[in-house]
């Protein structure tokens, strides 16, 4: 009985992803202030599936924490770029 609930259940699970947090740094070049820290903050948190996003002007960087199912990184770089700023991978 047991064996068929576990069955049953992972039929039940078969297509599903389980979403992982992921957390990735990405350079972003042409900010030159706060309201160019805070575009490119709202770029990233309004992208589907981020949970958190830290921008530092002085690093030239941000830290974004996003749920893998939701997000990739390239569309976070792309939301980067739609905000008027360039963005690659920190490497």
């Given at each position: 009985?047991?064996?068929?609930a576990?069955?049953?259940?992972?039929?039940a699970l078969?297509?599903?992803?389980?979403?992982?947090?992921?957390?990735?740094?990405?350079?972003?070049?042409?900010?030159?202030?706060?309201?160019?820290?805070?575009?490119?903050?709202?770029?990233?948190?309004?992208?589907k599936?981020?949970?958190?996003?830290?921008?530092?002007?002085?690093?030239?960087?941000?830290?974004?924490?996003?749920?893998?199912?939701?997000?990739?990184?390239?569309?976070?770089?792309?939301?980067?770029?739609?905000?008027?700023?360039k963005?690659?991978?920190?490497?």
């Amino acid at each position: 009985m047991k064996s068929m609930a576990t069955i049953a259940m992972l039929l039940a699970l078969g297509g599903t992803a389980v979403a992982e947090e992921v957390t990735t740094e990405i350079k972003v070049k042409g900010m030159t202030c706060g309201s160019c820290v805070a575009a490119v903050h709202k770029a990233l948190t309004r992208t589907k599936g981020v949970k958190s996003a830290e921008v530092s002007l002085e690093k030239n960087m941000a830290k974004v924490v996003y749920e893998d199912t939701q997000a990739k990184e390239s569309d976070l770089r792309e939301a980067i770029k739609k905000a008027g700023f360039k963005a690659e991978p920190a490497s």
